[in-house]
């Protein structure tokens, strides 16, 4: 079992950065694949950034790409999401969650089996 807590929300205006983290309790945090998501008001939730076990590689969502990094610290049980040049449409709750598929497929959420609660990020214009 892995729970997730995200943290680092908040507002901001067009054009700052937010960091977001998302701290993992359990010993096998190095065994998830790791994804960021997100989710607007009257919107779907959104694939956003995920990174493999062994942070070696990463995968973007074209909205993001560019402006956003995931990175992870196994070693410190964490993820982050560093949002720079925030825009307006970037505004929604932001979920971290652990894929511990085999057959892990980044953007698709019903691969991760855990997720957090989520963290507000505004982004004001």
């Known amino acids: 079992q892995v729970q997730l807590v995200e943290s680092g929300g908040g507002l901001v205006q067009a054009g700052g950065s937010l960091r977001l983290s998302c701290a993992a309790s359990?010993?096998?945090?190095?065994?998830?694949?790791m994804g960021w998501f997100r989710q607007a008001p009257g919107k779907e939730r959104e694939f956003v950034a995920a990174?493999?076990?062994?942070?070696?590689?990463?995968y973007y969502a074209d909205s993001v790409k560019g402006r956003f990094t995931i990175s992870r610290d196994n070693a410190k049980r964490t993820v982050y999401l560093q949002m720079n040049s925030l825009k307006p449409e970037d505004t929604a709750v932001y979920f971290c969650?652990?894929?511990?598929?085999?057959?892990?497929?980044?953007?698709?959420?019903?691969?991760?089996?855990?997720w957090g609660q989520g963290t507000q990020v505004t982004v004001s214009s």
């Open positions: 359990g010993r096998t945090f190095s065994s998830y694949a």
């Open positions: 969650a652990a894929s511990g598929s085999t057959n892990w497929s980044p953007p698709t959420s019903y691969e991760y089996r855990y």
């Open positions: 990174v493999s076990r062994s942070g070696g590689n990463t």
